[in-house]
């Protein structure tokens, strides 16, 4: 490639092929690669890094709601699905198992952890015993593998990252309340730190998570319109309690089941802020889990260039020194017009520019990714400049996801207008809904859309069911979805 082309002429426009857009990016962006396995991939340095903020920030956030993490083996035997008949009909199409070893056939076959439900319930039926050892409240940061049959990088892969959450309870009073605690973990911590804005509320029977009584998603929406389930909260009741027989002595003396909870969300968080906040230049990243928020480049002729270096190495010292993850980049071999735009691709949040005019004055130049927007800032207050424009720049992209949103958001009442916003608009639809399975099946047949949750704060309540016309027990956003 030529030294001067430009990256993003390279990246197919997201009205032309929106799939295709964000292959590119991801891959020109060096977020990840193709591995040998089928429906896996490779994390490049970049693209770790981002899960890796996600993971601290998260992490942070439950250990402060009394959370402790722990690891739980990657195989579990067999028996352990059997036990909750639910939960192995539901993952049972996508387990891989393991059958051998060195030649020869195990006694039982082991699945490869889909989900660690089952293995949580056999080691909590061994550590509770009493009301004293209630709430267990255990995260488990891993890898899981479901294979899938239609894969797509960071949104739906064979193996994910995630971390699962698994608690036990005395009461189902506590247990839901825990559930609903954990979801609204997801829902702020997506708003506040990937500025993605979600839709809260509780999944349909035939869209809950295998062997639960209630499941509770928070719903995201990209820029091609469809839906990624970014995370979800689930009480389970005393199902898998009396599957692994986890009774406890209560505060009456008597044999109890626990009432338990799960919880989870994976590295498709990556695909999501990508197809969130991309265009048509690349990505655009947050700026509180971009792994460079500032990329300083030093500008000018090369008689001027060993005194603006320096004073660019002057500057990025002070800014790391105040937590900035900031880069330098003063290569002479390719043109600082190159650079700009090699960095929009990448998703830099701001870019600073610094040259022998800058000097003399005392200030330098703060670009932001999102806007555009060009600031002349003085250097003296170059870190104090620097940590409120990423603000600014987060604030920017969640009120432009926000707007996203609301412009692709609409109420229908009838199966041809779901159809045609469907085939004709991008979004999501919120419709009437009887409860019936029947009808929900119908309006998946008819447009392609699937119930994502029951919102718990609709813009509207709707009257009657967009299938069958009878009385709407429950208003719903439908979409298509990832």
């Known amino acids: 490639m030529a030294k001067d082309k430009q990256f993003v002429t390279e990246i197919t426009p997201q009205g032309e092929d929106f799939s295709r857009w964000y292959i590119d990016v991801i891959k020109k962006a060096e977020l990840m690669d193709y591995s040998p396995v089928r429906g896996c991939i490779v994390f490049r340095p970049d693209g770790y890094e981002i899960w890796e903020h996600i993971q601290a920030e998260l992490d942070r956030r439950f250990k402060e709601t009394g959370h402790r993490n722990a690891y739980f083996p990657l195989l579990i035997p067999e028996n352990f699905f059997q036990k909750e008949k639910d939960h192995i009909e539901g993952f049972n199409p996508e387990l891989p198992w393991v059958t051998e070893v060195a030649g020869e056939k195990l006694e039982e076959r082991l699945a490869i952890r889909p989900t660690s439900e089952t293995m949580f319930g056999h080691m909590y039926s061994k550590w509770i015993q009493s009301y004293r050892d209630l709430p267990v409240l255990i995260n488990q940061w891993a890898n899981v593998v479901r294979w899938e049959k239609r894969t797509l990088p960071f949104i739906r892969t064979s193996e994910f990252l995630w971390q699962e959450g698994h608690t036990a309870h005395e009461t189902e009073e506590e247990a839901r309340e825990e559930t609903m605690r954990m979801l609204e973990v997801y829902r702020s911590f997506l708003e506040e730190y990937l500025?993605?804005?979600?839709?809260?509320?509780?999944?349909?029977?035939?869209?809950?998570?295998?062997?639960?009584?209630?499941?509770?998603?928070?719903?995201?929406?990209?820029?091609?319109?469809?839906?990624?389930?970014?995370?979800?909260?689930?009480?389970?009741?005393?199902?898998?309690?009396?599957?692994?027989?986890?009774?406890?002595?209560?505060?009456?003396?008597?044999?109890?089941?626990?009432?338990t909870t799960s919880w989870g969300t994976t590295t498709r968080l990556i695909g999501s802020l990508i197809m969130v906040h991309g265009d048509d230049r690349g990505l655009a990243l947050p700026p509180k889990v971009a792994?460079?928020?500032?990329?300083?480049?030093?500008?000018?002729?090369?008689?001027?260039?060993?005194?603006?270096?320096?004073?660019?190495?002057?500057?990025?010292?002070?800014?790391?020194?105040?937590?900035?993850?900031?880069?330098?980049?003063?290569?002479?071999?390719?043109?600082?017009?190159?650079?700009?735009?090699?960095?929009?691709?990448?998703?830099?949040?701001?870019?600073?520019?610094?040259?022998?005019?800058?000097?003399?004055?005392?200030?330098?130049?703060?670009?932001?990714?999102?806007?555009?927007?060009?600031?002349?800032?003085?250097?003296?207050?170059?870190?104090?400049?620097?940590?409120?424009?990423?603000?600014?720049?987060?604030?920017?992209?969640?009120?432009?996801?926000?707007?996203?949103?609301?412009?692709?958001?609409?109420?229908?009442?009838?199966?041809?207008?779901?159809?045609?916003?469907?085939?004709?608009?991008?979004?999501?639809?919120?419709?009437?809904?009887?409860?019936?399975?029947?009808?929900?099946?119908?309006?998946?047949?008819?447009?392609?859309?699937?119930?994502?949750?029951?919102?718990?704060?609709?813009?509207?309540?709707?009257?009657?069911?967009?299938?069958?016309?009878?009385?709407?027990?429950?208003?719903?956003?439908?979409?298509?979805?990832?």
């Open 195 to 259: 500025a993605i804005p979600v839709i809260t509320g509780q999944k349909t029977p035939s869209e809950r998570f295998a062997g639960a009584v209630d499941t509770f998603s928070i719903e995201a929406m990209m820029k091609d319109g469809k839906a990624v389930q970014a995370g979800t909260s689930h009480y389970l009741g005393t199902k898998f309690a009396q599957a692994f027989e986890i009774q406890y002595l209560s505060r009456d003396n008597t044999q109890e089941y626990v009432h």
């Open 291 to 482: 792994p460079t928020q500032v990329i300083m480049i030093p500008i000018g002729p090369a008689k001027t260039r060993e005194a603006v270096v320096g004073r660019t190495d002057e500057l990025f010292n002070e800014l790391k020194k105040a937590g900035v993850r900031v880069k330098v980049d003063d290569r002479s071999d390719v043109t600082p017009g190159w650079k700009f735009n090699e960095y929009e691709m990448r998703g830099v949040p701001i870019r600073l520019e610094l040259g022998p005019r800058d000097m003399e004055n005392g200030v330098c130049v703060l670009v932001s990714r999102i806007t555009g927007e060009k600031k002349i800032v003085q250097q003296a207050n170059l870190v104090e400049e620097v940590q409120a424009m990423l603000e600014q720049v987060h604030q920017e992209m969640l009120d432009r996801a926000q707007q996203f949103m609301a412009d692709h958001f609409y109420s229908v009442d009838s199966l041809e207008e779901m159809k045609m916003r469907m085939e004709e608009s991008r979004g999501f639809t919120l419709a009437g809904w009887c409860g019936s399975d029947e009808c929900e099946s119908k309006v998946k047949e008819e447009t392609g859309a699937t119930s994502r949750n029951i919102p718990f704060e609709p813009a509207e309540k709707k009257e009657t069911c967009i299938s069958c016309g009878q009385s709407a027990n429950h208003t719903v956003v439908f979409a298509r979805a990832y």
